[in-house]
Nanobody, 121 residues
């Protein structure tokens, strides 16, 4: 089994920045970081930023120009740089990746446990 471990969340004032990280808890035969999602209280989980199968990036309109997604699949990690944060960015942020633990194992989709981002006005 493998877990995705997120870090970097916290409390920040509006206009500030945070950098989220997502790392696999163990080495993997293959790791494909897909992206970041978030869920605010009383709302459904929504896409924040993802990589397409071709490697291009996709962003929610609400974060375009402020957030930047990146990844290092060789190091089993993904990142989300968040600048110019707004109170409406407050949510639990989840990372998502496809992981195969060994050459003979089936690739499975994993979610992180979530990290809280709170932006004060």
């Amino acid at each position: 089994q493998v877990q995705l471990v997120e870090s970097g969340g916290g409390l920040v004032q509006a206009g500030g920045s945070l950098r989220l990280s997502c790392a696999a808890s163990r080495s993997a035969f293959s790791f494909n970081f897909i992206g970041w999602y978030r869920q605010a209280p009383g709302k459904q989980r929504e896409l924040v930023a993802t990589f397409s199968s071709g490697g291009s990036t996709n962003y929610a309109d609400s974060v375009k120009g402020r957030f930047t997604i990146s990844r290092d699949n060789a190091k089993n990690t993904g990142y989300l740089q968040m600048n110019s944060l707004k109170p409406e960015d407050t949510a639990v942020y989840y990372c998502n990746a496809d992981v195969s633990i060994a050459r003979w194992s089936t690739r499975r989709n994993y979610w992180g446990q979530g990290t809280q981002v709170t932006v004060s006005s």
